[in-house]
T-cell receptor, first 114, second 112 residues
Framework: DAGVIQSPRHEVTEMGQEVTLRCKPI?????LFWYRQTMMRGLELLIY????????DSGMPEDRFSAKMPNASFSTLKIQPSEPRDSAVYFC????????????FGQGTRLTVV | SQELEQSPQSLIVQEGKNLTINCTSSKTLYGLYWYKQKYGEGLIFLMM?????EEKSHEKITAKLDEKKQQSSLHITASQPSHAGIYLCGAAYGGSQGNLIFGKGTKLSVKP
């Protein structure tokens, strides 16, 4: 398997623009996580899905953020409108159903909002 | 997440020295994960601990989980420049729940 695939790897956008980050989890994994990493706040859990259903979105910072998982092999994280403080590295991770299974991370998307 | 506290925040050691990184949870853990991250890259899984008192080793890295399942330590023996990076502990709380949250990480530098 190719692992968790995220795109794009880098994104530079102007404030106010819509940004869409994409993730393809590992086939057969039931959980999908979206994280945001900054120097100040570390690695924050934004939202996670189980079998394509959002389970906990309490980490989503504002209504400007939304995430979808239309099928088992694809998820998006959208920011609309984007702001400079959204600049961070966004990671997607997936894991199997059992609670003890490790999570596999993608390489991340480095987002810069200017 | 503030539920997981790591210490120290950063660490600089001379090559060949031993070091320990600590991770403390505010509540009982279901599982404790250790990951390593190099700058600009994703997280690489090191090991997972689930049972109170459990200890696991991988090459020169050993991790332990205390009996109460609220604290873990990561110990590196005879550190090398390849050990440099950010070490993060992650925790799962509550049975089969899928949530996985992380501490802020410990940045390790190893001086040749």
């Amino acid at each position: 398997d190719a692992g968790v695939i995220q795109s794009p790897r880098h994104e530079v956008t102007e404030m106010g623009q819509e940004v869409t980050l994409r993730c393809k989890p590992i086939s057969g994994h039931d959980y999908l996580f979206w994280y945001r990493q900054t120097m100040m706040r570390g690695l924050e859990l934004l939202i996670y899905f189980n079998n394509n259903v959002p389970i906990d979105d309490s980490g989503m910072p504002e209504d400007r953020f939304s995430a979808k998982m239309p099928n088992a092999s694809f998820s998006t994280l959208k920011i609309q409108p984007s702001e400079p403080r959204d600049s961070a590295v966004y990671f997607c991770a997936s894991r199997k159903r059992t609670g003890s299974a490790e999570a596999f991370f993608g390489q991340g998307t480095r987002l810069t909002v200017v | 997440s503030q539920e997981l506290e790591q210490s120290p925040q950063s660490l600089i050691v001379q090559e060949g020295k031993n070091l320990t990184i600590n991770c403390t949870s505010s509540k009982t853990l279901y599982g404790l994960y250790w990951y390593k991250q190099k700058y600009g890259e994703g997280l690489i899984f090191l090991m997972m601990l689930q049972k109170g008192g459990e200890e696991k080793s991988h090459e020169k890295i050993t991790a332990k989980l205390d009996e109460k399942k609220q604290q873990s330590s990561l110990h590196i023996t005879a550190s090398q420049p390849s050990h440099a990076g950010i070490y993060l502990c992650g925790a799962a709380y509550g049975g089969s729940q899928g949530n996985l949250i992380f501490g802020k990480g410990t940045k390790l530098s190893v001086k040749p």
